[in-house]
């Protein structure tokens, strides 16, 4: 709902008064509309609601972040996973490097590859893992997560729409019921 007095003071018309005025009613009609349609009987039980909204949306926002976390470490575990797999050929090769000299100059012609596995190794330790897991069986796991996010996602939006729509109908709603007495007044004093 529009303001009418701050807007005359910041110097608007008397146009978008009127416009503001039916704009307010049209606004005034909906938000009952929806307030009767919602079943509520008081602005105690729109804000009850409104409450129960809000705690809803919280929880939901917990459980999405709290799985885009477990997805985001398993997409890192699988990044390293298949680093560490590519690499396979670089650490057979050294192995089947029969002298010392000739296992330095494998290692150097394919330091980068080390270095990619290495770092695998040092990511799958601190994350306390010693049995990597199967990459189909990971990937699996990553796409049944993000599915999960997607729906989570879904309901998040619902409930944040819903939550929109009942802190608008009590702004509303509070505005209307502050308003009522200022008009009736004017009507008296008119008379």
């Not at 917990?62 to 477990?70: I, Q, R, W």
């Not at 599915?147 to 729509?165: G, H, I, P, Q, T």
């Not at 009736?184 to 004093?189: I, S």
């Amino acid at each position: 709902m529009v303001d009418r007095e701050a807007k005359r003071a910041e110097g608007k018309g008397i146009g978008y008064d009127r416009w503001a005025a039916v704009h307010n009613l049209k606004q005034m009609a909906a938000t009952m509309s929806i307030y009767e349609e919602s079943g509520f009987s008081s602005p105690e039980e729109l804000e009850a609601a409104l409450a129960a909204a809000s705690a809803g949306l919280h929880e939901t926002t917990g459980k999405l972040k709290a799985v885009e976390s477990t997805l985001r470490e398993k997409k890192d575990l699988q990044k390293q996973l298949l680093a560490y797999i590519k690499t396979k050929p670089a650490r057979d090769g050294l192995r089947a490097q029969k002298s010392e000299k000739a296992k330095r100059a494998y290692r150097e012609q394919h330091e980068s590859e080390f270095i990619i596995s290495e770092s695998a190794a040092r990511y799958f330790k601190a994350q306390g893992i010693s049995k990597l897991p199967a990459s189909k069986a990971l990937q699996t796991e990553i796409e049944q997560l993000t599915k999960e996010k997607n729906a989570l996602y879904n309901e998040y939006r619902e409930k944040k729409e819903n939550v929109r729509e009942l802190q608008t109908v009590k702004s509303n709603i509070d505005q209307i019921l502050r308003r009522e007495p200022e008009r009736g007044k004017g009507r008296d004093n008119e008379r």
